[in-house]
């Protein structure tokens, strides 16, 4: 099984099926940073192994995130 298919069988609690595989370590960094202050990040492991998923729900004035 590929690093991308393993990351997509991953269950998310909610927008499974609308969240899609990034491999930016950077892109990824950013969206964590418009919720959450970073100085700085460090992607450990093999260069092009890097991958994610994520959602926000907005709940009122509560913003859910998955990753």
Wanted: some cysteine; charged content about 15%.
């Amino acid at each position: 099984m590929s690093d991308s298919q393993w990351v997509q069988n991953l269950r998310m609690p909610f927008f499974n099926g609308q969240a899609a595989i990034q491999c930016d370590p950077q892109i990824c960094a950013g969206e964590i940073a418009q919720v959450l202050m970073i100085n700085d990040y460090l992607p450990l492991g093999e260069v092009g192994q890097f991958r994610y998923r994520s959602a926000a729900l907005q709940v009122g004035e509560l913003t859910l995130t998955a990753v």
